[in-house]
């Protein structure tokens, strides 16, 4: 890796969960786009809405198990980047992505 440089792969995961995510508007100030912080797989559980996108076997009364669980919270928390990514790159696809630019999440490219 190149001194400064942040890489980010985009797994089909990431796009299964932004396609999925719902967007709406936040009013506050100018308004903008934004995913819906508390359903943003469309309902309030958002464990189990991973689980139903990803074809994961949820049980209603234990949720997920553990490995599971911690598989979701971080491909879920990492859609933050794959979606700055698809933005900066105006394509959502699958693969390694290198930010030359430690303070500008706009200049990430396609590296594979």
């Known amino acids: 890796m190149i001194q400064g440089t942040e890489t980010f792969e985009i797994k089909n995961e990431h796009l299964e969960l932004l ?28 464990e189990r809405d991973i689980a139903e996108i990803f074809g994961w076997k949820y049980d209603e009364e234990e949720g997920l198990n553990e490995e599971q669980s911690k598989k979701a919270l971080t491909i879920h928390k990492e859609t ?16 390694v992505y290198l930010n030359y630019e430690k303070y500008d999440d706009t200049k990430w490219r396609k590296v594979d």
């Open 80 to 95: 933050k980047t794959a979606l700055q990514i698809a933005l900066a790159t105006q394509k959502f696809e699958t693969g």
């Open 19 to 46: 396609k999925r995510a719902f967007v709406s508007w936040d009013s506050g100030e100018y308004g903008a786009p934004a995913i819906n912080s508390k359903r943003p797989y469309g309902n309030s559980d958002v």
